[in-house]
């Protein structure tokens, strides 16, 4: 491991303000990645916060969930990110946290819950481009495996920093040609959003 892997920290990266504003949440991965001054996330992105009470610490209302993302050490904005919204309608105040942060050459899958399971969009939005795919009973780390074509086996002898960098590295040379439509389009035609309260045990 070179001097510059072992001392990049998440201040020199674009990742640095979501970071101070503790929208950085439930991170399975956190830290400095395989590629030289290179730094990698693997958790959720709070987009909207509960207004708090005193010192109680509330879940966010909701956010871009199992993200993975890699930010270089030096560069202002993040090239590769994938992630899950729970609503369609939640890809407007994405941008809007994430704005500055993306860039238009950029690789960005989102996969929302409540579009047609066999629905695959492109929307630009504010001048950034993003993938959006449905996701249902799975993951996004699974989803994007399957997406890039990568058997499990080709990676499992990883650890987890070397798999993100593996499964991203894959994710920024894939250029899918899907549906273009508006986000207002989209939001016409997304379902209804799951109760994730429905059936759970009181």
């Not at 695959?120 to 780390?141: A, K």
């Not at 990883?158 to 899918?176: Q, R």
């Amino acid at each position: 491991m070179t001097t510059l892997e072992k001392t990049v920290t998440i201040d020199a990266t674009a990742f640095a303000r979501l970071d101070s504003e503790g929208r950085l949440l439930n991170a399975v991965f956190k830290g400095p990645s395989t590629k030289p001054g290179r730094f990698g996330f693997r958790g959720d992105i709070a987009l909207k916060f509960q207004t708090q009470v005193a010192d109680e610490k509330r879940p966010p209302d909701f956010s871009i969930e199992q993200v993975l993302a890699v930010a270089q050490a030096g560069e202002d904005t993040i090239p590769v990110l994938a992630g899950y919204l729970h609503s369609f309608a939640y890809l407007a105040p994405a941008v809007e946290v994430l704005k500055g942060l993306l860039r238009p050459d950029g690789a960005y899958f989102l996969f929302c819950n409540n579009i047609d399971l066999l629905a695959h969009y492109t929307i630009t939005l504010d001048g950034i481009t993003f993938h959006i795919l449905p996701l249902d009973e799975s993951t996004v780390w699974k989803e994007m495996l399957d997406l890039l074509a990568i058997d499990k086996n080709d990676i499992k002898k990883l650890d987890t920093a070397g798999k993100l960098d593996y499964v991203l590295d894959a994710a920024v040379a894939l250029k899918p040609k899907y549906e273009v439509i508006s986000y207002e389009e989209g939001l016409k035609r997304a379902g209804p959003v799951k109760n994730r309260n429905e059936n759970r045990p009181v």
